[in-house]
């Protein structure tokens, strides 16, 4: 089955660029999504086909996608962006998640 | 404005059986693929089914299949996720969230889970 594979955790100062992976087989030949799930809380999507940011959302989240890698990156992060976040793509009519990377900002 | 409210969840004894019902608003429900996905305290998203907008069509974990039936009522625009023989790995807060699109278009929006607790 595919995996998708996240390291567990990322941290980053207030106002600097956190960047998260996602790496999977040839991921770049399929679209990735994100999704921002704070403490007790529903996941949230926040990029959808690799860049595209849903309304609402805000454009310091952007997402790339080629190769074997699919990159989240949030400029300029702040305080409140400090959640797990989880890559997703499909394969094979099924829907795969990555493991989930914690995003600490301090 | 779409909203998904799940319900049914609630402590179960090993093997045995639970309906969770998804009910939807603010769409043309028919219109969209929905899945469900469940994620066990502490751990990460794991989806465990979809259908397709008429129901005719339906995925499955491999975790699940042969267990848990997913199902729809578009005159009643609610999902439904039948679970048999259910373990203690089982046990999560279970979402349902809407295709917006296709397959690129990820799920948005979520609902806000129902607990399932499998044990004895």
């Known amino acids: 089955s595919y995996e998708l594979t996240q390291p567990p955790s990322v941290s980053v100062s207030p106002g600097q660029t956190a960047s998260i992976t996602c790496s999977g087989d040839?991921?770049?030949?399929?679209?990735a999504c994100w999704y921002q799930q704070k403490s007790g809380q529903s996941p949230v999507l926040v990029i959808f086909?690799?860049?595209k940011r849903p309304s609402g959302i805000p454009e310091r989240f952007s997402g790339s996608n080629s190769g074997n890698t699919a990159t989240l990156t949030i400029s300029g992060t702040q305080a409140m962006d400090e959640a797990d976040y989880y890559c997703q793509a499909w394969d094979s009519s099924t829907v795969v998640f990555g493991g989930g990377t914690k995003l600490t900002v301090l | 404005e779409v909203q998904l409210v799940e319900s049914g969840g609630g402590l179960v004894q090993p093997g045995g059986s639970l309906r969770l019902s998804c009910a939807a608003s603010g769409f043309t429900f028919s219109s969209y693929v929905m899945s469900w996905v469940r994620q066990a305290r502490g751990k990460g998203l794991e989806w465990v089914s979809g259908i397709s907008g008429s129901g005719t069509s339906t995925y499955y974990a491999d975790s699940v299949k042969g267990r848990f039936t997913i199902s729809r009522d578009n005159y009643q625009n609610t999902l439904y996720l039948e679970m048999n023989s259910l373990r203690g790995e089982d046990t999560a807060v279970y979402y349902c969230?809407?295709?917006?699109?296709?397959?690129?278009?990820?799920?948005?929006?979520w609902g806000q889970g129902t607990l399932v607790t499998v044990s004895s």
């Open positions: 086909r690799d860049s």
């Open positions: 969230a809407k295709h917006p699109g296709d397959y690129a278009s990820g799920l948005d929006p």
């Open positions: 040839k991921l770049g030949e399929k679209y």
